[in-house]
């Protein structure tokens, strides 16, 4: 094959499509069947455009994602503020089952023309000098060997190909989310279709209605005050979520299913995003913060850019690489300015250590500013 995708979320498989576009033989090496629950369920309207173009937007309305007119946050001040999308060119936002989601989008690959191979896993890459590498698979249908010109990373948070090849995952904070479903309150007349965002003394929470009669409910703190929480008592999670205003009445006469789940959410990046006949692609390459819930759109609009720029590397286009790690540190640059300024406005409790943490330091260069600039 050409190029070999290893992961087969949203970026493996905007990646894969994008390389199906200009002709590549391509195969999405994926571990799971789509099977399990996955997180990352809420989508801007704008996610329309990469979906439309890569050929995903028909799979994606059949799916019946549930139309949201916008969101709800609480946040900097007691009041409950709402933002439309009506002003929005592509109208509505959208809730949805993610695995449902991802499996849409492999199944979507596949009748492009990519070679899916789900319930895979690498076993070892090998360099294999000037013609790429070679690739130990295995499934439960046993063992197979290939060879790509090119290896995609879009192994998620876990970069693990990338890893294995030297490069390093630098983290910016230690975010971690404390997720739960929540099922059978209804038809969400009373929660509507808004996601809601609430700012806590701890951190923050998000909930939001599924289709299927679902709600997601997620605690967004620090690993250690999660840690020592849980320490302190066993009902942590229960007992954060009474203390809030409102999102506790959203989960009024709906049952949670299962326990709460904790993953990493936390800001981080590889320390290069490209290397020898590979690179890192979506949350693999670099992962925010999901307050901006942009992480499905950035990883289709990365998986199109890595495509792209594949595409030219194999046409021997010398500067392609470069100019793709280019695109994501300045990219990375933009996304760190516009996370310091959310958290800023939110100063209702500056002596917590989850917001000490975040706008500690930024108040504090605030305040020595005109100091700062009197010396020149
Ligand atoms: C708590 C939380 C809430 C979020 N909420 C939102 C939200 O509401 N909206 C939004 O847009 N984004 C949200 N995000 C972010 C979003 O989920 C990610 O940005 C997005 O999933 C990144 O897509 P990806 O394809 O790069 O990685 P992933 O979605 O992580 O996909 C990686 C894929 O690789 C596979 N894989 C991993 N390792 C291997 C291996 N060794 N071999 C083969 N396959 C492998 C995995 O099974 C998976 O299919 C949230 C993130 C978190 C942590």
Redesign the pocket.
């Known amino acids: 094959m050409d190029v070999g995708v ?7 498989c905007a990646t894969a499509l994008t390389l199906r576009h200009w002709g590549h033989s391509v195969t999405v ?4 069947g789509y099977e399990k629950p ?6 801007p309207p704008s996610v329309r455009d990469p979906l439309v173009q890569l050929g995903a937007w028909e799979p994606f309305v059949a799916g019946k994602p549930l139309p949201s007119p916008g969101f709800q946050s609480v946040w900097g001040g007691d009041d409950c503020q709402e933002k439309d999308f009506i002003f929005h060119p592509h109208g509505s936002g959208w809730h949805l089952d ?1 695995a449902s989601f ?1 499996a849409m989008l492999a199944q979507t690959a596949q009748e492009a023309g990519a070679n899916v191979l789900r319930g ?3 076993i070892s890459a090998r360099a294999h000098g000037a013609d790429g590498w070679m690739l130990a698979l295995e499934s439960r249908g046993g063992r197979l060997r290939c060879r790509a010109r090119f290896i995609v990373d ?5 970069s ?2 990338a890893c294995q090849q030297g490069a390093v995952r630098k983290s910016w904070d230690h975010l971690v ?1 404390a ?1 739960a479903l929540f099922t059978g309150g209804g038809d969400g007349g009373t929660v509507g279709h808004r996601a809601l965002v609430e700012a806590v003394e701890g951190g923050w929470w998000y909930s ?1 209605l599924l289709p299927d009669r679902r709600m997601v409910v ?1 605690l ?1 703190t620090d690993a250690d005050s999660y840690a020592a929480g849980c320490h302190a008592s066993e009902d942590h999670w229960h007992r954060e979520l009474a203390a809030t205003r409102r999102t506790r009445s959203r989960v009024n006469g709906w049952s949670l299913l299962g326990v709460p789940r904790v ?3 936390n800001t981080s990046r590889l320390d290069r995003f490209a290397g020898d006949h590979w690179l890192a ?4 390459a670099m ?2 913060d ?1 307050l901006s ?7 289709l609009d990365s998986g199109i850019q890595a495509g792209q720029c594949i595409h030219r590397q194999l046409g021997n286009e010398k500067t392609a690489l470069k100019d793709y790690a280019l695109r994501l540190e300045n990219h990375f640059s933009r996304y760190l300015k516009a996370r310091t300024y959310y958290y800023a406005r939110e100063r209702r409790w500056p002596q917590s250590p989850f917001w000490a943490r975040r706008i500690g330091p930024i108040l504090a260069s605030w305040e020595a500013g005109p100091l700062k600039r009197r010396g020149g």
Request: no cysteine; net charge positive; glycine share 16%.
């Open positions: 290893i992961g087969g979320g949203p970026s493996g090496i994926e571990q799971t996955r997180i990352g369920e809420i989508l993610r991802d895979t896993r690498v879009a192994t998620g948070r876990a693990s190909f989310a997720t939001a997620a967004m993953v990493s959410a692609v979506g949350d693999a992962a925010f999901p819930a942009q992480g499905v759109h950035k990883a």
